[in-house]
């Protein structure tokens, strides 16, 4: 038995760069831009997505994506200096899409007939609801609610959270990549191929360029193979679902977008504000605040760290409060969340240093004014980044999994909590996505839209549903007898911020700004 034990690790051993270790600048400045390339497939999405449904042209789309991304580049480096300080990258989030989707509906916005006229007064509307659903955010963060919850969290509760935050997204994998299976496929074997085969592959003496950059190599040379075929007339005849998924020129984008353009707040005008849209607004901050809570965990792994105290990670959901407070003020159509595939870009490159993720922060604020330039690497299509999304989102997965090793895994009850949380959260949101028509009405359906919203949201979130299941059994079933076997006695020591001296190290403020917020 010795010689196949593997005993539990609290830190990862096999990454080249922690947190506060940085590579030498010109990887670092490669790295961040191979950052902002992979956060561009959500940042061009949503708007692509929600944009046309609101009454919007190609031209709103284009301007929509640059808003995003320049609030996205404000909200990373925020949360990089003053929040949770790990290198996660912060943007626009699917969560939202089902209470936007209500307000889109809105027989009052419906009524308008001019397209152009009904987006903007959706836009205001969806800025309204965003603007008052961050203050919750905002109130648990700062108030350490959060923090307290947190305290319900253990190993065994958290494995499966995390874990569901990789496997929720698996629509955003093949069944996407399979639209374009030509372009997808290719990129999904260049990837593993790069990253795992040719890893120890070293061109250059000092840098494992395969491993450390196989987004750029990748995703270069798939383009231009994409390229190549829309310019050849391969899709020429195909369906349009075909040529809007592989065609590189089907967006507008780069047509449609200015050559400058500086985002501002109420650019769209002063916020609407109703009772019923910031309502149905707050299930998919709820929704958000678990899902980033997950993406944190894996993060702090990733980067060689310790999970975050409850105190750091009640900072952590104040802060992008005040990031979704930034959404409703700029209008960016959506709210905020810490991206899933940035988190597992740390473990593919294996480095985790947080000056990579400032640094990609700037890219995207520098980008989003100069909107061309910025619209031209938008212009990848999206069976690339699902390709990507694939490795990535398996990857996170894997790390939430990895937190069983300080769990007893040999005892039916948590065998139990684990199984059924796994199997619950993805089979209980499949569940209600199948019930999601064109018309966007879920499987709630009453008289109360906010109400239907509210609810088709929360149970649409594999990561909620995985945590309301996980949490509440481990924290019900032989609760007393179980603190070994449910990992709490390596957790514990991480729940407060001086409980661990490597705590300090990670994730005291910049700028001695621990000294007038002292931790608590």
């Avoid at 990887?27 to 061009?44: D, H, K, R, W």
């Avoid at 299509?381 to 398996?394: D, E, K, M, N, S």
């Avoid at 007893?408 to 999601?436: A, K």
Wanted: net charge positive; charged share 10%.
């Amino acid at each position: 038995m010795a010689e196949i034990s593997h005993p539990p690790m609290e830190q990862l051993q096999d990454l080249e760069y922690c947190i506060d270790s940085n590579p030498p600048w010109p990887e670092t400045v490669l790295l961040a831009f191979q950052n902002y390339i992979l956060m561009l497939g959500s940042s061009a999405f949503i708007p692509a997505l929600l944009v046309p449904a609101m009454g919007g042209t190609d031209g709103d789309k284009a301007r929509v994506m640059q808003t995003l991304l320049f609030v996205a580049g404000i909200k990373t480096l925020v949360q990089a200096l003053f929040g949770t300080r790990l290198p996660a990258v912060v943007g626009g989030s699917f969560a939202y899409v089902v209470p936007i989707a209500y307000i889109i509906n809105d027989s009052s916005l419906q009524k308008i007939s001019n397209d152009h006229e009904r987006f903007i007064h959706t836009m205001r509307a969806v800025q309204g609801a965003l603007i008052v659903a961050s203050s919750i955010q905002i109130i648990l963060g700062y108030s350490q609610v959060w923090g307290l919850f947190s305290r319900f969290f253990s190993p065994l509760g958290m494995a499966p959270v995390v874990g569901l935050v990789g496997l929720g997204m698996f629509q955003r994998g093949f069944p996407q990549l399979g639209n374009c299976i030509e372009i997808g496929l290719p990129m999904l074997l260049l990837v593993i191929g790069l990253t795992q085969y040719l890893k120890h592959v070293r061109p250059f003496k000092d840098v494992p360029i395969f491993e450390r950059f196989p987004i750029l190599i990748c995703v270069t040379f798939v383009w231009i193979y994409a390229i190549i075929l829309t310019a050849s007339g391969a899709y020429r005849h195909k369906p349009s679902l075909t040529q809007h998924s592989c065609r590189t020129d089907k967006a507008n984008l780069i047509s449609t977008a200015p050559w400058f353009k500086f985002p501002y707040p109420l650019q769209w005008g002063p916020p609407t504000f109703s009772v019923g849209h910031s309502f149905a607004m707050m299930s998919a901050v709820l929704v958000s605040m678990v899902e980033s809570t997950g993406a944190y965990m894996a993060a702090s792994r990733l980067a060689i760290a310790t999970p975050p105290p409850a105190y750091v990670l009640s900072r952590g959901i104040g802060w992008q409060g005040i990031g979704v407070l930034l959404d409703g003020l700029f209008g960016t159509g959506t709210g905020s969340t810490v991206l899933v595939e940035n988190v597992g870009l740390l473990g593919l490159t294996r480095v985790g240093s947080r000056r990579v993720v400032q640094i990609s922060a700037g890219f995207m604020i520098f980008f989003s004014i100069l909107g061309k330039f910025g619209a031209v690497f938008a212009s990848i299509p999206v069976p690339i980044y699902a390709a990507l999304h694939c490795v990535l989102f398996g990857l996170v997965a894997a790390v939430g999994l990895s937190f069983l090793q300080f769990t007893n895994m040999n005892s039916m009850r948590n065998l139990m909590i684990t199984g059924l949380s796994l199997f619950l959260g993805i089979s209980i949101p499949q569940f209600f996505v199948n019930y999601w028509d064109a018309r966007h009405h879920g499987l709630v359906h009453t008289n109360a839209g906010w109400f239907d919203a509210f609810l088709n949201t929360v149970f649409m979130s594999p990561a909620t549903v995985g945590l309301i299941i996980a949490v509440f059994m481990d924290n019900t079933v032989e609760v007393e007898s179980s603190k070994k076997d449910r990992g709490m006695p390596w957790w514990v020591k991480f729940r407060t911020f001086r409980g661990d001296n490597r705590n300090e190290e990670f994730y005291t403020l910049p700028f001695n700004l621990n000294r007038f917020f002292p931790p608590t």
